[in-house]
């Protein structure tokens, strides 16, 4: 738990976010029978039994020349919790992801709500495309998290007494802030997920940089060490090519 992972009051507060690797059929021996099948046909089957280090330098050279196709005959399922706001940009990522997300409409939404730490840089400077973040000032850190505290304290309370009211939780929903936590099923393949990590996170190895807000970032960077483990010498090729996705 991080500090600001509490309870307060009647809410629950959190810096962190969740992802977990519910299922997956994600290897690079997925990668060399798709490609092979271009001169092997039916025999390309054969690559599901041998061992993938063999032929990383195929893999390197698909991603180098961005041969793409082959990183598709994958799959990885995220079970994922953070807040609202991360999943309304996750969802612009569109092509090779399918989502679930609870609802609103359906149930009643648990009161835990996002609050940055210490490790978050909150100060803006600059203008849109040239700006930077700062590390704010103790006193800015205690203002945002007495400040949202006491909002969503508010919001929730308000959204209580909308449901008292008899209020279909489809319609009290509207008074809750884009900072409550949500969950979500994300599926993917590798080729998607490269996308997705090139956007959203910023890595010393990236040919194109890339400037994300950082509670996406937390995300990507946990999907990111899963994939890693399940398809190494994809992840290897991807960072020895400037983490482009092909």
């Known amino acids: 738990m991080t500090p600001a992972d509490a309870p307060h009051s009647d809410i629950t507060l959190r810096s962190d976010v969740t992802v977990e690797l519910v299922k997956s059929s994600a290897s690079d021996s997925d990668v060399l029978f798709a490609a092979r099948v271009s001169t092997l046909g039916e025999q390309s089957l054969a690559e599901l039994q041998k061992d993938p280090e063999r032929s990383k330098g195929l893999i390197n050279y698909l991603m180098r020349d961005r041969h793409g196709s082959p990183f598709e005959h994958n799959s990885m399922t995220f079970l994922i919790s953070a807040p609202i706001f991360v999943f309304r940009e996750f969802m612009r990522h569109r092509v090779g992801w399918s989502y679930n997300e609870e609802s609103g409409r359906y149930r009643e939404l648990e009161p835990v709500f996002y609050v940055p730490d210490a490790s978050r840089k909150l100060v803006q400077e600059g203008r849109p495309g040239k700006y930077t973040f700062v590390e704010g000032t103790p006193a800015q850190y205690d203002t945002v998290h007495r400040v949202l505290d006491e909002s969503y304290q508010q919001a929730y309370a308000a959204y209580q007494k909308l449901l008292a009211e008899g209020v279909a939780r489809e319609v009290a929903r509207s008074v809750l802030p884009v900072g409550l936590f949500s969950s979500m099923y994300a599926t993917c393949n590798a080729r998607s ?54």
Request: aromatic fraction near 10%; proline fraction near 7%; charged fraction near 20%.
């Open 193 to 246: 997920l490269m996308h997705f990590l090139g956007l959203r996170t910023q890595h010393e190895l990236a040919k194109v940089p890339s400037f994300p807000q950082r509670e996406i970032e937390m995300v990507g960077e946990k999907m990111e060490a899963e994939w890693a483990r399940l398809m190494p010498l994809t992840y290897a090729a991807f960072n020895a090519n400037g983490r482009v996705a092909p």
